[in-house]
């Protein structure tokens, strides 16, 4: 989660998968075939740490920004936007969908006590 200027960001955290990419492979074999570590150790450093990282922020999320509508009544504008794609990621429609339920359901209940 981040603060943002008129709300959150809410970012999916990346799924630990021990998968290896093509060219990780390909680097910790260059790597063990240069004597600077085993194939084994090489992988998985790859797989448990480097992986992770590499795409932590980049699984996406939902910005959610809160607008004070300029009516009589004060009015509140909740709007949500896809953010943090990266490229070739594919979008969590399922999550998204479970979030705004959630949201639109805490929303409701917040217009009935402040009415």
């Given at each position: 989660m981040r603060d943002t200027a008129t709300g959150v960001a809410l970012f999916f955290d990346p799924?630990?998968?021990?998968?290896?990419s093509a060219r990780e492979e390909k680097d910790a074999k260059d790597s063990a075939s240069d004597g600077s570590g085993s194939k084994s150790s090489g992988s998985s450093s790859?797989?448990?740490g480097g992986g992770g990282k590499s795409k932590a922020g980049r699984?996406?999320?939902?910005e959610v920004a809160v607008d004070q509508a300029p009516t009589p009544?004060?009015?509140v504008r909740v709007r949500?936007?896809?953010t943090g794609y990266a490229d070739g990621v594919s979008v969590k429609e399922k999550s998204e969908e479970v979030i705004l339920r959630r949201l639109k359901d805490d929303l409701s209940r917040w217009a009935k006590i402040r009415a």
């Open positions: 799924k630990p998968t021990g998968y290896v790859k797989s448990s699984e996406g999320g939902l009544a004060n009015e949500v936007k896809r």
